[in-house]
């Protein structure tokens, strides 16, 4: 968006008046970014995006459990702190023969989640 009106997809060539504008950079999974800029004095802009991420906390008791992830394994072992971007998944611990419960984790922007399982 420049000024608040939906004008493009990026990336897009826009004609605009000169002087002082807003954009709006919007992305599902993404933050928000907004730049003021000057027309013509910035007549090429590019935007990075921050990907909306939490932290995820995982530890386990033997420790050295393999974390999966969706049924992916990760290449951390327990006890480990994982960055995800925001979303729902499928959580669980092996190590050996042993395996934690599945559960469904939900990370959020910013969110810090922890999970411990015990091994039996």
């Known amino acids: 968006m420049i000024d608040g009106v939906s004008r493009c997809t990026s990336p897009c060539d826009l ?16 933050r928000e970014a907004r730049r003021i800029f000057t027309v013509p ?8 995006l921050d990907r909306r991420m939490g932290t995820l906390s995982v530890s386990s008791a033997p ?21 995800l971007p925001v979303g729902s998944y499928k959580l669980q611990v092996v190590k050996d023969q042993l ?8 990370i959020t922007d910013g969110g810090m989640s922890q999970r411990r399982y015990q091994l039996e």
């Open 15 to 30: 004609p605009l008046t000169r002087g002082r504008h807003v954009a709006t950079i919007t992305l599902d999974g993404y």
């Open 63 to 83: 420790p050295g459990a393999t974390i999966l992830i969706n049924g992916q394994a990760r290449s951390e072992k327990t006890p480990a702190v994982l960055k």
């Open 41 to 48: 004095d910035e007549s090429n802009m590019t935007i990075d």
């Open 99 to 106: 395996r934690g419960d599945e559960e469904t984790i939900s």
